[in-house]
């Protein structure tokens, strides 16, 4: 491990756990609202496909079966299934995605009782190194290989509770005003507004344990946040990386600048399926 560059921080554990659930609230809640304000715009609620193509196959079937046994019957004709989310929801959702993570900015500062100026001096952001960027650049090559050789594995083995649920962005990807507000969300407001939560203020409040402890903290938190079984390993093992780089440096802009590269890696992908 590379020499600790770090400084201690003002704040401790105190801060960090009133940190936490502030977070739980600007996590929860802004989640709560995607429904309620797509339906008063009109919109479905849902914001997701109900599946893969196999799974929208079975319930189209399924509805064809049960329509005609109530045709035969002479009894009412059921809805038809939901099978497509509503791109107004999806929009909604990533909207609120936004607010979210820049709640989370704002909540490392007043957890942390700093100031914007003052957060950044401790945490490096006045301090940006050009010739420091081919580190982040190459962990995040290293860990999106480490990633695809783990999700190979998963399916391989054949690990249902390891493997992520379908129709996550499938919405999103049929609706250029979705896909833009997440970009934005991926590109711009969650590599800065979680790097400033999960490891400004967590790994760097809890940083006195020391690298491993703090940064399984903050690690295990990030991974979990995203929601997605298939994601919880490998989003831990690149929270873990970005705690080292931050540690490494003294400079919260590497970590940034992995969240950034990775996440930019990711929407190419996808942009390359559409």
């Known amino acids: 491990m590379s020499p600790r560059k770090l400084g201690e921080?003002?704040?401790g554990e105190t801060a960090v756990l009133l940190g936490i659930w502030l977070g739980l609230a600007a996590f929860i809640v802004p989640r709560l609202l995607i429904g309620p304000t797509a339906g008063a715009v009109g919109a479905e609620r849902a914001f997701t496909d109900i599946g893969n193509s196999f799974e929208k196959a079975a319930a189209v079937a399924e509805y064809a079966d049960l329509r005609l046994v109530r045709a035969a019957a002479g009894n009412a004709v059921p809805d038809p299934p939901r099978i497509h989310g509503d791109v107004v929801a999806a929009r909604v959702a990533w909207g609120y995605a936004i607010?979210?993570?820049?709640?989370f900015g704002g909540i490392a500062l007043v957890a942390g009782r700093q100031g914007p100026g003052r957060f950044a001096s401790l945490t490096g952001l006045r301090r940006f190194d050009f010739d420091r960027l081919w580190i982040p650049g190459?962990?995040?090559?290293a860990v999106y290989l480490a990633a695809g050789l783990y999700t190979r594995a998963i399916d391989a083995f054949g690990i249902d509770a390891l493997q992520g649920e379908p129709g996550g962005l499938e919405v999103t990807a049929r609706d250029s005003w979705a896909l833009a507000l997440y970009g934005?969300?991926?590109?711009?407001a969650a590599p800065f507004g979680e790097e400033l939560?999960?490891?400004?203020?967590v790994f760097g409040g809890l940083s006195q344990w020391g690298f491993?402890?703090?940064s399984a903290v903050s690690s295990v938190l990030f991974a979990?946040?995203?929601?997605?079984?298939?994601?919880?390993?490998p989003f831990a093992c690149a929270g873990l990386v970005m705690c080292w780089l931050y540690w490494r440096s003294g400079s919260l802009w590497d970590a940034i600048a992995f969240h950034v590269l990775f996440n930019l890696l990711s929407f190419i992908l996808l942009l390359a399926r559409i």
């Open 212 to 214: 491993l402890p703090a």
């Open 184 to 188: 934005v969300t991926t590109l711009v």
């Open 197 to 201: 939560f999960y490891r400004g203020l």
């Open 138 to 141: 190459l962990a995040v090559m």
């Open 224 to 233: 979990l946040s995203h929601l997605d079984a298939a994601t919880v390993i």
């Open 99 to 103: 607010l979210a993570t820049l709640l």
């Open 9 to 11: 921080m003002p704040w």
